[in-house]
């Protein structure tokens, strides 16, 4: 099928090397084998002609691929020329003469063992830098919290009653409806346990400290996280590299005061919310599996439920809840600040910034049990 | 250098948003092997026309032939055999920005030929060194390219297949003056070493006057004019002595033959 495309007419040490028909990009797979089959064979070429009167069409792939037989002659000391160039032609040969010229990047390959030890260290050394930067944009926003307090004109009301809405308000129906489900299937496993020893009374216990302590402040902020995190973070990187946080700048005004403290200050108002609004929902949802599975007539629930609840286990989980939100804004903001130029640095640094507000949250829980246990809540 | 056979054809071009219409039944061409620079007001509809050509914008009425095939009647076959025949140059760039330098060149190589790695890194260096870069831009990322590198960068993109045919929206905005001239020299250079036709968008009267064989006009939707640039000084259309008898025109005008007399 394909025709000929390299000719070689070999006399003594001269060769003479013909290039016909059509040496574009189309062919260029096929072209690079024949070029390094020719360079191949004619080792002991000592003065090579490639003609190239005879060339129907010629584009920078094909050009590229002369000049590369030439250079393979060339290196070996054999001396290499083009003949019968074309004037249509000149002008690409020519281009092509000068370029990769510089030094080949060979890849080195480096040791595997070297490259897992190097990626553990870099973690490491970013998890330090991470918690650094959250400290650092925590004090920037305590001095901007402290300037709006001290000059109340300040206080951008207008973008947190936004912020509010949208992280608050909005997150309602999707944060009571998975809470709801929570509170039911605790219960219903609840019930199906404790009820091979007689125990079913005491589901009402269990539902209670679970969710007023630890499930509905935590399911609400991993919904939070997920849902607004992520937001903040996409935000505040794309006007990063759109260099609108630069912007800001210039103008004199601080990205921290005008950017991270409104939507802080709303998801510290909006989480306690949401937590209390999640806990209820879950109580509900509880409350409704233990009347149509357990058999637990309704007002008998809001008894158990009355003398369950004491009331630091209800302030227990409330009290987590604005620490919670200012880690997840913290988090949120830090990595938003932390986007480069590139779309894919965006993608990873939400991503980051979900993954890691959960894990902060979950670890600052741990933090509070132990602290609550200390003081006996 | 030009000869008489259009690569692409615009025939009564209607395009329209909503209820603006954009274009009002434009015509106009472009011959092989010449640059043709298409100028007009701002917001007249040059990119639009030129998106309309590439498929990104589509049309309401009239015919769009490349390589004297309307692109309209072909299949989704034939029609990425002429996408491959054509290069475009975004105004910004549009470089992936998650992809180095080399990368982005080497990126359509990759997915529409076979080639053995090397052939690949090699003709992409060799296209990055032909539009003016040195090697080092290679491993380098968009973002942290100037706008002139980034501009070159993308037009070693829109060469990486060796096209006929290149449109270049604004080549040279963003640019300062020298680094405009040595682009519009560039854009020379590889015209004619490629043996390109080029359809170029552009606002700046040195281009025109430099590197353009042929100037179409756009205003009010329709073209209102095309040739060479000397029939463009002499027409005595008003919009047209406005745009080129104003004072940057004269200005522009003024330095090119002040260039030939050097």
């Known amino acids: 099928m394909s025709s000929v495309l390299l000719t070689a007419t070999a006399d003594g040490e001269r060769l003479a090397l013909a290039a016909t028909g059509a040496w574009t990009a189309e062919r260029a797979a096929e072209l690079e084998g024949i070029v390094d089959e020719a360079t191949r064979r004619h080792k002991d070429a000592r003065s090579v002609d490639i003609d190239l009167a005879e060339l129907e069409r010629l584009d920078t792939f094909g050009a590229w691929l002369i000049e590369r037989l030439k250079r ?36 080195a390959k480096a040791n595997r063992i070297l490259l897992a030890l190097e990626a553990v260290g870099r973690n490491v050394a970013e998890i330090g830098w991470s918690l650094v930067l959250i400290a650092q944009l925590l004090g920037a926003l305590t001095a901007a919290a402290l300037g709006t307090i001290a000059h109340p004109t300040r206080l951008r009301l207008t973008s947190i009653v936004h912020h509010l809405e949208r992280v608050g308000w909005r997150a309602v129906p999707i944060i009571v409806l998975s809470t709801f489900v929570i509170g039911a299937i605790l219960a219903q496993q609840g019930i199906f346990r ?26 609400v902020c991993v919904m939070v996280a997920g849902r607004s995190g992520s937001a903040y ?14 912007a800001l700048r210039t103008m004199g005004l601080d990205p921290v005061e005008v950017l991270v403290l409104p939507r802080i200050v709303a998801l510290v108002l909006a989480v306690p919310m949401l937590t209390f609004l999640g806990s209820m929902a879950a109580l509900f949802g509880a409350g409704l599996v233990c009347w149509l599975y357990g058999g637990m007539a309704p007002d008998i629930y809001l008894d158990r439920l009355r003398e369950a609840i004491w009331p630091p286990t209800f302030a227990v989980g409330m009290i987590k809840a604005p620490f919670m939100a200012l880690t997840i804004g913290l988090v949120a903001c830090v990595e938003g600040f932390e986007v480069e130029g590139s779309t894919a640095s965006l993608g990873l640094k939400t991503t980051a910034s979900v993954v890691k507000s959960i894990f902060l949250v979950i670890a600052l829980d741990g933090v509070f049990a132990m602290f609550f246990a200390g003081i006996g809540m | 250098m030009a000869n008489n056979t259009p690569v692409i054809s615009v025939r009564d071009l209607v395009v329209g948003f909503g209820e603006t219409m954009v274009l009002d039944h434009a015509t106009v061409d472009v011959y092989e092997g010449e640059i043709l620079g298409f100028v007009g007001g701002s917001g007249a509809g040059k990119s639009v026309l ?86 080092d831009v290679r491993g380098k990322y968009p973002a942290e390219l100037s706008g002139g590198m980034t501009k070159r960068v993308a037009l070693a993109r829109a060469l990486a297949l060796d096209p006929d045919i290149v449109f270049l929206d604004e080549p040279t905005s963003g640019l300062d003056p020298i680094g405009a001239a040595e682009f519009d020299e560039l854009i020379r250079t590889l015209q004619r070493t490629l043996g390109l036709s080029v359809f170029m968008v552009t606002h700046d009267l040195d281009s025109l006057h430099a590197v353009c064989d ?16 000397e029939t463009m000084l002499a027409s005595e259309h008003p919009w047209l002595r406005s745009y080129f008898g104003g004072k940057r025109g004269r200005q522009a005008q003024g330095t090119i033959q002040g260039q030939l007399h050097h």
């Open chain 1, 72 to 107: 393979a002659f060339a290196m070996r000391g054999s001396n290499a020329r083009i003949v019968g160039l074309s004037d249509a032609d000149r002008g690409l040969m020519e281009e092509l003469r000068l370029v990769n010229r510089g030094p080949r990047q060979d890849r």
């Open chain 1, 194 to 219: 404790f009820r091979t020893f007689g125990a079913d009374v005491f589901v009402v216990d269990m539902v209670t400290v679970l969710v007023l302590r630890e499930v509905g402040v935590l399911i």
């Open chain 1, 233 to 246: 973070t996409a935000e505040i990187g794309s006007m990063k590299m759109r260099e609108e946080i630069n």
């Open chain 2, 50 to 135: 030129m998106r309309a050509i590439i498929g990104l914008v589509p049309k309401r009425h009239g015919t769009i032939e490349v390589f004297g095939a309307d692109l309209a009647a072909l299949n989704d076959r034939q029609r990425r055999s002429i996408e491959q025949r054509w290069g475009v140059l975004f105004q910004q760039g549009a470089l992936f920005s998650s992809l180095t330098a080399l990368q982005n060149v080497q990126f359509p190589i990759r997915e529409y030929l076979d080639l053995s790695p090397r052939l690949i890194e090699e003709i992409a260096l060799a296209k990055l060194e032909m539009v003016g870069l040195s090697a």
């Open chain 2, 214 to 229: 042929r100037i179409a006009v756009l205003s009010e939707g329709r073209v209102i004019a095309a040739g060479p640039i």
